[in-house]
């Protein structure tokens, strides 16, 4: 959502724009949008196939990082490589942070297109993530698997993570169970979390997909 209250929605191949009164326009056809978000000036950050694209509010498009070509590396602009970015976030600052999905990464892009890498190898499966207004990013993760054949017992249930500003990664809530049970830090389990967001109070709520609930986790 921008500063005057439109919303923009990845919709398959395209990117949709909603309207405070609810007017729905299409704004550009693009290959397979995955995440989207948009900072204080009105543009769009999509990730798009390995590539993370910017658009400006005058429909402008460029590659902000990243190019066709799967991989891992930090760099400038079309240097750095991703695999299936997937969530992505802006700050107040104009840093954009991406979940690597593939390489079970959190990168963050520079105003100038500067990739590196904030946290790796301490997250499973990351989905999508947030940023709050100190810069600390949030992410949830965790994809559920089976266990014990025809008496499959879920696990892998999911979670949320903290990284902060310097890629410090703590545990904020959740756990590897899969389950709807509500409660304080680990003690609590969800059931593949995917979307999340932050309001200015620093609550934040996920999407708990296979729990079909909305979770509110506070402060």
Do not use: C
């Amino acid at each position: 959502m921008d500063n005057i209250g439109n919303v923009y929605v990845v919709d398959g191949g395209a990117i949709r724009k909603v309207s405070p009164v609810g007017a729905v326009t299409t704004l550009l056809a693009i290959n397979s949008p995955r995440g989207i978000a948009v900072d204080s000036t009105g543009t769009l950050y999509i990730s798009s196939g390995n590539s993370v694209l910017k658009v400006t509010n005058n429909g402008v498009v460029t590659t902000l990082a990243g190019n066709d070509s799967a991989g891992f590396a930090d760099g400038l602009g079309g240097a750095a490589l991703f695999n299936i970015p997937l969530g992505v976030a802006v700050d107040y600052s104009g840093n954009v942070y991406v979940v690597d999905a593939a390489n079970q990464a959190i990168r963050k892009i520079s105003p100038q297109g500067q990739v590196t890498t904030l946290a790796r190898g301490n997250l499973v499966n990351p989905q999508d993530l947030t940023v709050d207004g100190s810069g600390n990013v949030y992410v949830t993760g965790d994809r559920p698997t089976l266990t014990g054949g025809a008496r499959a017992t879920p696990i892998g249930g999911g979670s949320v993570h903290k990284v902060s500003r310097d890629g410090v990664v703590t545990l904020v809530a959740g756990d590897r169970w899969a389950g709807y049970v509500n409660g304080v830090g680990t003690t609590e389990h969800f059931y593949w979390p995917i979307g999340i967001a932050v309001d200015g109070a620093g609550n934040l709520y996920v999407g708990d997909f296979f729990s079909n609930a909305i979770r509110k986790i506070t402060p």
